[in-house]
């Protein structure tokens, strides 16, 4: 069964709506979250309204929806399974710059909850949509897969590093996939995306750790490890993007 034209929006509303609801039912309280302008290496800015209180932090963002904009108005083509791959991270990739900017501008527990658990609902998409290339369109597998991805948000309840657990372990599944997919169908241009996409995870993880330590330098003063940390998150989305739609093309043909 092809997925229907507007089942994107549908589906990534759902999939928000569902989250949204069980963070605010409560019951993820004990998650253990770092909550607090404490937690970021740049300082807030006297004067300006919380909702860009650290300036760079906050408006990175942008960089989110952008690229989710770019993709989803560019996602032409027939309609089909690869253009509903496309346009469903787009979508999440639009969605997730104002629940990050929430997080940051509430400073609330559950903002920083909602953050966490899209984190890896998206590392999880990537995952599929490499499935997909590899062995076509299998939209059980596919719900599976999230659903499991949705589930593994519980090791956040059992452990105060559970989300630090789930979240590796969706990068080296991503990897992985990536990894299968560009041995049996990329070339040297899709490698080099590869690459890229790799350091920039690498990025994404390390200059977030280490966001004080950096702060001591004066180059990451103001534009801190963790705004760099998001830059290179907006890239490795966009190497996902160019690797996976290179792919589906060369698929096609």
């Keep these: 069964m092809k997925p229907e034209v507007g089942a994107p929006v549908w589906h990534v ?10 963070v605010a039912s409560g019951a993820f309280d004990s998650v253990h979250t770092e909550v607090g302008y404490k937690y970021y290496a740049e300082p807030t800015v006297l004067g300006l309204p919380a909702v860009v209180a650290m300036p760079a932090n906050c408006l990175v963002n942008v960089a989110y929806m952008l690229l989710g904009w770019h993709w989803l108005s560019s996602s032409g083509g027939p309609r089909g399974p690869a253009r509903y791959l496309r346009e469903v991270f787009a979508l999440m990739a639009l969605a997730y710059g104002p629940v990050q900017w929430v997080r940051l501008w509430t400073q609330s527990h559950r903002a920083a909850v909602l953050d966490q658990w899209a984190t890896l609902l998206i590392f999880a998409w990537a995952a599929v949509w490499c ?21 593994s948000y519980g090791l956040a309840v059992l452990h105060p ?57 004066t180059p990451f003063s103001r534009l801190t490890g963790h705004f760099w940390s998001k830059i290179c998150d907006v890239l490795q989305f966009h190497c996902a993007f160019l690797f996976c739609s290179r792919l589906s093309k060369q698929c096609a043909q």
């Design 13 to 22: 509303a759902a999939g928000l709506a569902v989250c949204s609801g069980a």
């Design 161 to 217: 590093q559970g989300f630090e657990l789930a979240l590796g372990a969706h990068i080296v599944i991503v990897v992985w996939k990536v990894l299968q997919v560009q041995h049996h169908l990329g070339d040297a241009t899709s490698m080099g995306i590869v690459v890229l996409g790799m350091i920039s995870c690498l990025g994404f993880v390390c200059l977030k750790l280490w966001d004080h330590e950096l702060a001591h330098w």
């Design 131 to 151: 499935h997909f290339l590899e062995h076509g369109w299998q939209p059980n597998t596919f719900f599976a897969m999230e659903t499991v991805s949705l589930a």
